[in-house]
């Protein structure tokens, strides 16, 4: 049944003929001039009707707690004295230097000048040298010319032999045979000296026609040397903080405090900046740094309410700051971090107070105590969160390593120059073939400059071939005879040499568990195994000892690690360099194309 079609609506609407008809009626504002300041004013006219809307909003209800007006603590600020690195189970810890940020500690790598019987890192070498002439030239000496030319002599960098596979790095590139054929036989290779003085001789070894005070002068220098070189770029210890397994820097530090001596390890630092969330608390290890307790500081200060932009106001009447909307964001339930934050930023930010606490960086502060004074006089002692009755390990607290209550300031600075990626290398899987591969990115040459992975193993490739052309039918380069069936047999296919193959292997006493171990590819040229070009993966190859890292630190979306030189300034201004290695998330998974037992299709006859 159709609806009634109403052909005089006013008069329905006044005798009321259909009840369902409604009526609405809608306020318009109808400006009467083109200026709106007075309006926008929004001038008091009527001061009981907003009393009344601050009660509906219950501004008006009292919480029976007053605003602070001054709070005393006191804080235990604790400096970091002893460091040990984590890689070697027996590392005695030491002293950690003072005034020295602690990136420049953790990170420092040693300085690798031979890959096995070849020398590398000519740059240093030629600086050493440079160096110690001179100190030679500025000694007072019988003869400081003839002198310098028996150094240069004595510690020469010799030629290599372009036709001796031994010498194919320094040969096989243009760059790097260029700069050898002009430094060898002139300058002198200043890191055997140095490794002749370290090692506990003199600097006048070997030097012929010198006085007595002219062997005394240069044995002096020697230690000069050792110092220089030892400023210039920072090496650790006998021990690195680098752990070659885990791909990252383990290592921790401590500090005396009021109830005994406090260690934090960072086990899991995979380089760059390092802040408090990278330690964790161990409770039952000591690394000697029990000693006398600092001094407390007391002070009273003035609490400030918090405020950030786009911060919700408390009165209804006031208008937020546009330029940051916390409601335009959007997370996902299980993106807790955000969440968190916009609970308090649109919550509980209004509650907030801001006490200022001035402690030197270096340390792990401790508050002792901590007493607020309100509005009304009433004076309460305020504990720590989840403190006494309430505490539970399982629940979750901002700036706390585990059990110990204090804030950790490591002793770091503020910014660091990164030079350019000496080596670089991405761990990826190759889901195919069954195995990881570390691609060498970046290798180090031996003049100390970087250079593409693949151009560098192409040119060897091809100096390779060039000095062993095919010998005969039974070399596999030598040019096969004409084919008897249209398919041929292959063995297995190539992969560039600069691709190194990690295979999965069990860990030993485990059935199950699986770890990488670093093997090798056989060259094209004569099937020898091709090593690697980066210290990154050359971990242990010139000793003889196998390589292995854990099935877990090369996830699906792979590793990159980077080899790099960085710099910094200590607060007194001192310039700190220092090699590190840095690890980020890899670009994903790869295909090498290798493949066995394969059938291609032969030249046509």
Not at 189 to 207: E, F, H, P, R, S
Request: aromatic share 8%.
């Amino acid at each position: 049944m159709s609806e009634p079609r109403i052909a005089d609506l006013p008069a329905a609407l006044a005798h009321r003929d259909f009840p369902t008809v409604g009526l609405w009626n809608r306020l318009e504002g109808r400006p009467r001039t083109t200026d709106f300041g007075r309006a926008l004013r929004a001038e008091v006219r009527d001061p009981l009707w907003l009393l009344a809307r601050q009660w509906q909003l219950g501004e008006f209800r009292a919480t029976d707690g007053g605003s602070p007006v001054t709070a005393t603590y006191s804080v235990v600020a604790s400096p970091l004295t002893r460091f040990r690195p984590d890689t070697d189970p027996v590392s005695p810890p030491g002293a950690l230097p003072a005034g020295r940020p602690l990136e420049t500690v953790a990170e420092r790598r040693p300085l690798p000048f031979a890959f096995g019987t070849e020398p590398i890192s000519f740059d240093l070498r030629l600086s050493l040298g440079r160096r110690w002439l001179k100190l030679v030239a500025r000694a007072s000496l019988q003869h400081n010319r003839e002198v310098a030319e028996q150094y240069v002599a004595r510690y020469r960098i010799t030629l290599p032999d372009p036709n001796t596979e031994a010498d194919a790095q320094r040969v096989a590139h243009p760059e790097v045979w260029a700069g050898t054929q002009a430094v060898a036989g002139r300058r002198m290779d200043g890191y055997l000296l140095y490794q002749n003085v370290k090692g506990g001789g003199t600097a006048a070894d070997g030097i012929t026609g010198l006085r007595r005070q002219d062997r005394d002068a240069l044995n002096a220098l020697g230690p000069r040397l050792i110092a220089w070189f030892d400023q210039l770029i920072d090496q650790p210890g006998a021990v690195s903080p680098w752990d070659p397994r885990r791909l990252e820097h383990r290592f921790s530090v401590a500090a005396a405090g009021p109830g005994g001596e406090t260690v934090l390890s960072a086990p899991e630092y995979p380089g760059g900046e390092l802040d408090w969330h990278a330690f964790s608390t161990a409770h039952d290890d000591t690394l000697g740094g029990a000693g006398a307790t600092p001094a407390a500081l007391n002070r009273t200060v003035f609490p400030t309410p918090a405020r950030f932009t786009g911060m919700p106001l408390p009165r209804w009447w006031a208008v937020e700051d546009g330029r940051t909307n916390f409601a335009a964001v959007t997370p996902d339930s299980t993106d807790l971090a955000r969440l968190i934050f916009l609970e308090f930023a649109l919550v509980y930010s209004n509650d907030w107070y801001i006490l200022p606490c001035d402690v030197p960086t270096g340390t792990f502060a401790a508050i002792q105590g901590l007493a607020v004074t309100d509005v009304f006089g009433a004076r309460r002692w305020i504990t720590p969160a989840g403190a006494g009755a309430a505490h539970d390990w399982q629940k979750w607290s901002m700036y706390v390593h585990g059990d110990a209550p204090g804030l950790l300031l490591p002793p770091g600075t503020p910014k660091v120059s990164d030079g350019p990626a000496l080596e670089e290398v991405q761990l990826a899987r190759d889901e195919n073939a069954n195995m990881v591969w570390g691609i060498e990115q970046t290798v180090r040459m031996p003049t100390g400059d970087p250079r593409p992975g693949a151009e560098a193993a192409a040119e060897t490739l091809a100096f390779r071939r060039r000095l062993r052309p095919p010998t005969g039918a039974d070399d596999p380069r030598a040019a096969p005879d004409d084919p008897g069936a249209a398919p041929a047999y292959r063995v297995m296919s190539s992969v560039p040499e600069h691709w190194i193959p990690f295979i999965p292997v069990h860990v030993p006493g485990d059935n199950r568990s699986v770890q990488l171990q670093r093997a090798t590819m056989p060259s094209e040229v004569d099937g020898s195994p091709v090593p690697a070009r980066t210290a990154l993966l050359r971990e242990g190859f010139d000793a003889g000892n196998s390589y292995f890292i854990n099935e877990e630190e090369v996830p699906l979306t792979g590793t990159r690690l980077t080899a790099a030189y960085n710099r910094t300034r200590t607060r007194t201004g001192q310039v700190i360099v220092w090699l590190t290695v840095r690890r980020d998330t890899g670009r994903g998974g790869r295909s090498s194309g290798l493949a066995f037992d394969l059938l291609t299709d032969t030249a046509p006859q």
